[in-house]
């Protein structure tokens, strides 16, 4: 059902990447079903200067590229509900002209006061741009709602997330303000609420007295591409880790919700994070991993080295791998190690949560059969989405031989069920209003503060290793280490959910 209301979506950095590779096709696919409020303006602004016309006319090739399209005449339709305006982000004067171009547009698309600002600009205007839009007054909601929705990343470090949540927080309240983080938008990342709490056989044994340890990997196969010059301010953990990941973190470890209200489901990652163990400086080298990715040579072709990329300081520390075991001391949890890893340049693009079950306090069939391979639950986010449980089985034939038997189910079954896009499924939440799946202050502070001692240990200590290891391979050799138990170790993940080792399908 379409209970979207009438609005106006302005995108700033609309002549970017980002509008048309990913927000643009998704609120495009949203016209196509029908979900866009019966009136609705989208408004592109950026410093670039284009006509409406011009504007609508790279929108609709952005589509074509970027979606499958049968009838042309539905672009067509689409993009006339596009204009454009053009902005000098540091003039205030400017958005006095902006705020005239929305009070005029309201008035050709009799659309109220109800109103979005997508900021997808460079994070160095996330603080400037809300604050001028309130100097004229468009943070006000007595004529409508308004809403500011903000890309990662959401600061660089403790301090200037400390910052930018005093310049956003001084005009605007937290209600308005929607933190993107698209793998929340990943159908299979909520399936792992559904996972949880429609299922009464999984959560009596979701906590500590079941569960040996847990294990999320979130990997890419390729490099930084042409991301060189942003990627080297940044690194894995910030990048991947501060975000993507705690956040799955947060929903594989939260306690059931008392409803599907946001709050009520935002307040319990919340205490997940406030939970985590505090990293002390000391420890740093033992529990977090850092690697760099070195040329080498995948599949008979020479691959570059993370400092021979475009954009790249040949001198750089910046770290494309990082893993990291930590614990989240609370009554459901103490005890249980946390492994997480992320890089570039991995044999595979994956990402999975891998919950690995305590084995049978005697067991009966001694044989050579891995423990750590028993009894794992894989909820896979990415590609061949779906869950995988491993159980031992009998081995048909004489005596009590156990081998491991899965049991998967994979997303792809479900034939008939359009999967939607993470941008579509979160424009369409922040045009109704719906929370959820955004990432509020308190959550985006908590996860800084926990991974500061990584962040200023690896910038100042230099006694703490920066692992080089050959591109397509798992990683620095040395990650393994964290994982102290005998007979365990990191899941090789392959691009099959069943398959399970170094020499798979990748
Ligand atoms: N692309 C992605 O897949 C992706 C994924 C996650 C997060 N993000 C985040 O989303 C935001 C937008 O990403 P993007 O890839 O679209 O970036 P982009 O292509 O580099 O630029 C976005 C827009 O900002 C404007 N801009 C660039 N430099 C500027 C400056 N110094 N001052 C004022 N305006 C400037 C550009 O337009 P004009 O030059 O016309 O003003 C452009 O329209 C970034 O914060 C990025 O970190 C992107």
Known sequence: MNNTENQVYVIFGASGDLTKRKLVPAIYSLFVQNLLPEKFALLGVSRTEFSDNEFRAKMKSAIKEFKEIDDDSMVDEFIKKMFYTSIN????????????????????????????????????????????????????????????????????????????????????DEEQLFRIDHYLGKETVQNLLVTRFS????????????????????????????????????????????????????????????SLQPIAIRNEILKVFQSFRPIK???????????QYLSSSIKGKTVSGYREEDGVSPESVTETYAALKFYIDNWRWGGVPFYIRTGKRLPTRVTEVVIHFKQTPHFLFAQNRLCDDCNQ?????????????????????????????????????????????????????????????????????????????????????EDVPLFGYPAGTWGPEHADDLIEEKEMRWRYPCKNLADDGVYCEL
């Open 377 to 461: 639950l894989v909820i896979r986010i990415q590609p061949d989405e779906g869950i995988l449980l491993k159980i031992g089985m009998k081995t048909p034939g004489a005596g009590f031989e156990v081998q491991n038997a899965n049991m998967n189910f994979h997303y792809s079954d479900f034939t008939n069920q359009r999967i939607p896009s993470a941008y579509e499924r979160l424009l369409y939440d922040t045009m109704k209003g719906d929370a959820t799946l955004f990432a509020r202050t308190e959550e985006v502070l908590e996860a800084w503060k926990f991974l500061t001692p990584i962040i200023e240990c690896w910038k100042n200590d």
């Open 199 to 258: 299922n009464g056989i999984f959560e009596p044994l979701w906590n500590r007295n079941f569960i040996h340890h847990i294990e999320i990997t979130s990997s890419e196969n390729i490099g930084v591409e042409k991301r060189g010059g942003y990627y080297d301010t940044s690194g894995a953990l910030r990048d991947m880790v501060q975000n993507h990941l705690l956040q799955v973190v947060g929903l594989t470890a939260m306690e059931p919700p008392s």
């Open 281 to 291: 400086k000391e420890d740093v080298k033992d529990i977090a991993i850092r690697g």
């Open 89 to 172: 982000f540091n003039e205030t004067a400017s958005y006095k002209n902006l705020n005239e171009k929305i009070i005029g547009l309201r008035k050709i698309t009799n659309i109220s006061g109800n109103t979005i600002f997508y900021l997808s600009t460079p994070p160095s205007l996330y603080g400037l741009i809300p604050q001028n839009l309130a100097a004229v007054g468009l943070n006000k909601q007595d004529d409508g709602w308004k809403r500011l929705i903000i890309e990662k990343p959401f600061g660089y470090d403790l301090k200037s997330a400390l910052k930018l949540k005093d310049e956003l927080l001084k005009d605007w």
